[in-house]
């Protein structure tokens, strides 16, 4: 049985470890060399340690450690996350070659599904469940790995990942509560405990980035979590909603996929056309465009823990709405309809008139 005190104190060891701990890892950062150096493709102006992931992982275990999780996965779980975190230290320091990122990912995500846990059954409306069989260990593969990249990608402005990864987690947290499920509600709130922990030394102007050691752990533990919580549901279309939970960095890795392919560039090719930067050469400033991309992953988590407890008949409104939603992220990103924004235009233009009629009015 849950026990929310229990939970409380577990965030704040979670927050304090890591709001704590990050001072010598910074430190640790700089001695190491393991710094983010600025160039044509990044919007930082100086030199800024990384390895953040390292409090990260530290809050969290501390704050597990305090609420002793039982689950007969947790030691696969916890060894892949070590091995995941390792890899990402390895990228923060030397810059491995993509290969070698994608390597460690893979030693990772193959332990955990080795040990048990996978996708076994997708359940769709009308059909019910349908059993993966064979397919179940590529599709978990690809979930975890495509997951833990999602994160990596979207990690290119001060707080941005710290804070996209918060908020999915805290939706994942709640319909674990509403669920009952006590394994996923231990790890989503000692998760959020030290990415908040971690959000006060790394949200505009970052004082310290997350980096790859950062973003690969937290897309791990955020795609194992969803494994163990979302995915095990037997509501319908139950693997939908992961998916909306996740969607700011999913679909921003897709389109950015689409991008690359349709450019004939290499898919593992870093640009600067990801959804933040679009926002920022729109002329929002930096802190503007984080928030902006933090109440689209609100909104989406909202529209997922709706989705996981309507009945087939809002299932249709809230449909809608996470279509729309999609619609105008993919016109932000400026890949739909050759670039135009009719939808945010529109809204646009209604702000507008509503703003001269109050001046008018005044």
């Given at each position: 049985m849950?026990n929310?005190?229990?939970?409380?104190?577990?965030?704040?060891i979670?927050?304090?470890?890591?709001l704590?701990?990050?001072?010598p890892?910074?430190?640790l950062?700089?001695?190491?060399?393991?710094?983010?150096?600025?160039?044509?493709?990044?919007?930082?102006?100086?030199?800024t340690p990384?390895?953040?992931?390292?409090?990260?992982?530290?809050?969290?275990f501390?704050?597990?450690?305090?609420?002793?999780?039982?689950?007969?996965?947790?030691?696969?779980?916890?060894?892949?996350a070590?091995?995941?975190?390792?890899?990402?230290?390895?990228?923060?320091?030397?810059?491995?070659?993509?290969?070698?990122?994608?390597?460690?990912?893979?030693?990772?995500?193959?332990?955990v599904v080795?040990?048990g846990?996978?996708?076994?059954?997708?359940?769709?409306?009308?059909?019910?469940?349908?059993?993966?069989?064979f397919?179940?260990?590529?599709?978990?593969?690809?979930?975890?790995?495509?997951?833990?990249?999602?994160?990596?990608?979207?990690?290119?402005?001060?707080?941005?990942?710290?804070g996209?990864?918060?908020?999915?987690?805290t939706?994942?947290?709640?319909?674990?509560?509403?669920?009952?499920q006590?394994?996923?509600a231990?790890?989503?709130?000692?998760?959020?405990?030290a990415?908040?922990?971690?959000?006060?030394?790394?949200?505009?102007?970052?004082?310290?980035?997350?980096?790859?050691?950062?973003?690969?752990?937290?897309g791990?533990?955020?795609?194992?979590?969803?494994?163990?919580?979302?995915?095990?549901?037997?509501a319908?279309?139950?693997?939908?909603?992961?998916?909306?939970?996740?969607?700011?960095?999913?679909?921003?890795?897709?389109?950015?996929?689409?991008?690359?392919?349709?450019?004939?560039?290499?898919?593992?090719?870093p640009?600067?056309?990801?959804?933040?930067?679009?926002?920022?050469?729109?002329?929002?400033?930096?802190?503007?465009?984080?928030?902006?991309?933090y109440a689209?992953?609100?909104l989406?988590g909202?529209?997922?823990?709706?989705?996981?407890?309507?009945?087939?008949?809002?299932l249709?409104?809230?449909?809608?709405?996470?279509?729309?939603?999609?619609?105008l992220?993919?016109?932000?990103?400026?890949?739909?309809?050759?670039?135009?924004r009719?939808?945010?235009d529109?809204?646009?233009?209604?702000?507008?008139?509503?703003k001269?009629?109050?001046?008018?009015r005044?």
């Open positions: 849950l929310y005190v229990d939970l409380f104190i577990a965030l704040i979670a927050f304090l470890a890591s704590l701990l990050t001072y890892v910074k430190k950062a700089g001695k190491i060399g393991a710094v983010d150096f600025p160039n044509h493709r990044k919007i930082h102006k100086v030199v990384r390895l953040g992931g390292l409090a990260i992982f530290a809050g969290s501390l704050g597990a450690l305090y609420l002793q999780p039982n689950h007969e996965l947790l030691l696969e779980i916890l060894l892949g070590i091995i995941i975190l390792l890899t990402g230290a390895l990228d923060d320091k030397y810059s491995i070659t993509p290969i070698a990122k994608l390597t460690g990912q893979l030693i990772a995500a193959s332990l080795s040990s846990l996978i996708i076994e059954r997708l359940t769709v409306p009308l059909i019910g469940a349908i059993e993966l069989g397919f179940s260990v590529p599709i978990t593969l690809l979930w975890i790995v495509g997951i833990t990249n999602a994160i990596n990608l979207i990690d290119g402005l001060d707080g941005l990942a710290t996209v990864t918060s908020i999915a987690l939706s994942i947290f709640i319909m674990s509560i509403m669920d009952g006590i394994i996923v231990y790890l989503s709130i000692v998760l959020i405990g990415n908040l922990g971690f959000l006060f030394h790394n949200f505009y102007p970052a004082k310290i980035y997350m980096g790859d050691s950062g973003s690969n752990f937290l791990f533990m955020i795609a194992v979590v969803s494994i163990l919580g979302l995915f095990k549901e037997v319908f279309f139950s693997f939908i909603i992961p998916i909306i939970v996740l969607a700011v960095p999913i679909f921003d890795t897709l389109f950015a996929i689409y991008r690359r392919a349709k450019n004939k560039e290499k898919i593992m090719q640009d600067n056309k990801h959804i933040h930067y679009r926002l920022l050469e729109a002329g929002f400033t930096h802190r503007q465009t984080v928030l902006i991309i689209f992953s609100a989406f909202a529209l997922a823990i709706l989705f996981s407890n309507v009945g087939l008949s809002a249709l409104i809230v449909t809608v709405f996470v279509l729309l939603l999609l619609h992220f993919a016109e932000v990103a400026g890949i739909v309809l050759d670039g135009k009719p939808v945010i529109t809204c646009r233009k209604v702000f507008r008139k509503m001269r009629g109050e001046e008018e005044g």
